[in-house]
């Protein structure tokens, strides 16, 4: 089996400002809403919280030096806004600036391309306290906040990205409640959204203004299968897939690429949460389309979908035989290729990068400086193989990250769930490369060829 990736192909790994740095209240930096929130006793398993996580904030020379090991071009990372503009708006802390500025000197020191995320969910805790993403103020404040961070460091980084995964902040933080601001209401679903979509075009808007390279966004999808095959079901079951697809996938894709809300949700969802929706609708979206020049895809699974009367959405997931990660995500690979030649498709052939992909799976312990993850090789090698397939369908992919370099703290599951290229005791903050890591460093060499059957 062939895997061939263009030779001007960017090989990558990623990571998130609370998930790894630790301090986070360091040299006047302001608290997060994530901060606040694993604080809170209950919300974190084990009690788990970021002071400490991986001590980037003291080890990113180190950690600089080990994405150098890996070979790799770029590294995708977010910034702490709290660290830069305590209260989420106005003077800005000189100092917390400063420490991106001596990590992205660090990483072009060693020809590594930092792909930065503006916002990757931890939202500084005063502008939470002001409503936060119901607060239609908060887009404006990340459009300063995009300023800001322009005009610090765009003459070193060419790659920006506004927000991460705006779906999880909306569905997680004001839905499901696992994430700040632990609310669960699917009333807030559409106010969220809107805003969240607004802050996303406002800071195109501002990086457009100041910026001279490029700028994208991250969504993560979860592509959605219908359960039933039989006449019977599957009229149902694919209606239900619609309905799924268009409440994940679609919602923070159409308005930026094709202009249009995923009007099904309405008819899905009756009462207070179907008028949320159509007052939402009403808004024109032509202000939400702003141009970007690439888009990133977080894929890890699928959903297959069947209908409930009743349900959330009334649909249902259903599990599936094949093999499952430590998360309780199946472990599909062609769901990439699915997602990437959907993505391609829906968007115009803009541009692609897979910003995440990876696993969390319950590692061996280190022996002698190793670590055999053979369920994470085994897990990037079909998946790399499922990105190369989507290149040779015609997919407009540019590159793949890989998710993560470090075992860090993975939100509402604290420290109890690994996905790192790289082991970190917790007790000693030693890293250790896993056996993943020696094979993701073969595919970067060889760019892919490895991998061949």
């Not at 808007?205 to 910026?211: F, I, K």
């Not at 082991?423 to 020696?438: E, G, I, L, N, W």
């Amino acid at each position: 089996m062939s895997t061939r990736f263009p030779s001007d192909f960017t090989w990558g790994v990623a990571t998130s400002a609370y998930q790894i740095e630790g301090s986070p209240l360091a040299d006047g930096a302001g608290p997060s809403n994530w901060h606040r929130f694993a604080h809170e006793p209950g919300r974190i398993l084990n009690g788990d919280h970021g002071d400490l996580a991986c001590d980037h904030y003291h080890r990113f020379k180190d950690d600089v030096a080990l994405i150098k090991r890996l070979g790799v071009d770029a590294y995708r990372f977010s910034f702490n806004w709290a660290r830069i503009q305590p209260e989420g708006r106005g003077k800005v802390n000189a100092r917390g600036l400063d420490f991106y500025k001596r990590l992205v000197d660090a990483l072009l020191a060693q020809g590594i391309q930092p792909f930065a995320t503006l916002h990757h969910w931890d939202l500084p805790a005063a502008l939470e306290d002001a409503g936060g993403w119901l607060n239609r103020d908060t887009a404006l404040r990340f459009a300063d906040f995009t300023e800001i961070m322009v005009g610090a460091l765009d003459g070193q980084v060419q790659d920006w990205c506004t927000l991460n995964e705006p779906w999880v902040i909306m569905h997680e933080g004001h839905v499901a409640g696992a994430h700040p601001p632990g609310l669960r209401n699917l009333a807030l679903a559409p106010t969220v959204a809107h805003n969240l979509l607004r802050a996303h075009a406002e800071g195109v808007r501002a990086y457009r203004a100041n910026g001279r390279h490029r700028i994208g966004l991250v969504v993560n999808i979860e592509p959605k299968y219908a359960a039933s095959d039989d006449a019977r079901n599957h009229a149902m079951d694919h209606a239900a897939r619609i309905r799924a697809e268009g409440y994940m996938n679609r919602l923070f894709v159409d308005p930026v690429f094709r202009g249009e809300w995923p009007e099904e949700l309405i008819e899905a969802m009756g009462g207070p949460e179907g008028e949320a929706w159509r007052e939402v609708l009403s808004e024109s979206t032509a202000p939400l389309r702003e141009p970007i020049d690439w888009l990133g895809v977080n894929y890890y699974s699928r959903a297959v979908v069947r209908h409930r009367a009743g349900g959330f959405l009334d649909t249902e997931t259903v599990r599936q035989p094949n093999p499952h990660t430590a998360m309780g995500w199946e472990v599909y690979p062609p769901g990439l290729t699915d997602t990437l030649v959907w993505l391609h498709e829906r968007t115009g052939g803009i541009p692609l990068y897979v910003t995440e992909n990876g696993a969390a799976f319950d590692d061996p312990p280190v022996v002698e400086g190793r670590l055999h993850d053979q369920p994470r090789m085994d897990y990037l090698r079909t998946h790399l193989q499922a990105a190369s397939n989507a290149i040779e369908r015609g997919v407009n992919l540019r590159g793949y990250f890989a998710w993560s370099l470090l075992d860090n703290f993975e939100w509402s599951f604290g420290y109890s769930r690994r996905f790192g290229l790289v082991h970190v005791d917790p007790a000693t903050q030693t890293r250790t490369p896993k056996d993943s890591a020696r094979l993701f460093a073969e595919v970067v060499a060889t760019n892919g060829e490895c991998l061949e059957d």
